[in-house]
């Protein structure tokens, strides 16, 4: 049972260009979502979050988007750039203090020069 | 600067052995977690500990066991190393609290079985 869902397993964008990655749910009780970024032999580096009172978070580059009716969340990488290519987990968590992150299966951007 | 250690980058051990894998933070976090990451599956969890000597199996625990006794450490066990837990296993620690919310990850171990 999949709780955490990214459809996309591989997305190829063009240096400069807006990178979306995007992340579906069905966990209703999920009320705060992570971004991470995972470079091959090296664990992953928390990038961007979102709580689920909020509808956009933005840092920099990155922005994410949620849209709660929909259960869905997106990534936006604006301007992209090389070093971004990278594999791309979203991940949420019930807002009670120990409670796991669940994981999406991950989509690999590539970044083309 | 928060750190999460995890004892070996890449362990090759024979089916059968007895296999240990160790993580240590620094970070005083009380939860501590145990993922494995395969292709086409992300990140799944296998036991997660959330205090010294408590531990809860994640959505993957058979063939694993798990050990917490010290607060900065939690180590995971393959009791009988089996070719399918050959993979890359990543610890992570994160601290309670409304504040706490994102988990810091090792570098990752990855523990080949032939």
């Known amino acids: 049972d999949q709780q955490v869902k990214q459809n996309s397993p591989s997305l190829s964008v063009q240096e400069g260009r807006i990178s979306i990655l995007n992340c579906d749910y069905t966990?209703?009780?999920?009320?705060?979502f992570l971004w991470y970024k995972k470079y091959p032999a090296e664990g992953p580096t928390f990038l961007i979050s979102?709580?689920?009172?909020?509808d956009k978070n933005e840092d920099g580059r990155f922005t994410v988007f949620l849209n709660k009716s929909a259960k869905h969340l997106s990534l936006h990488i604006v301007p992209s750039q090389p070093g971004d290519s990278a594999v791309y987990f979203c991940a949420a968590k019930r807002n009670f203090g120990n409670e796991k992150l669940t994981f999406g299966t991950g989509t690999r951007l590539t970044i083309i020069p | 600067d928060v750190k999460v250690t995890q004892s070996s980058r890449y362990l090759v051990k024979r089916t059968g052995e007895k296999v240990f894998l160790e993580c240590v933070q620094d970070m005083d976090h009380e939860n501590m977690f145990w993922y494995r990451q395969d292709p086409g599956l992300g990140l799944r969890l296998i036991y997660f500990s959330y205090d010294v000597k408590m531990k809860e199996k994640g959505d993957i625990p058979e063939g694993y066991s798990v050990s917490r006794e010290k607060k900065e450490r939690f180590s995971l066990i393959l009791e009988s190393a089996s070719t399918n837990q050959t993979s890359m296993y990543l610890c992570?620690?994160?601290?309670?609290?409304?504040?706490?919310?994102?988990?810091?990850f090792g570098q990752g171990t990855r523990l080949t079985v032939v």
């Open positions: 966990n209703s009780m999920f009320d705060y």
């Open positions: 979102i709580s689920s009172i909020k």
């Open positions: 992570a620690s994160r601290g309670t609290g409304l504040g706490y919310t994102e988990a810091f």
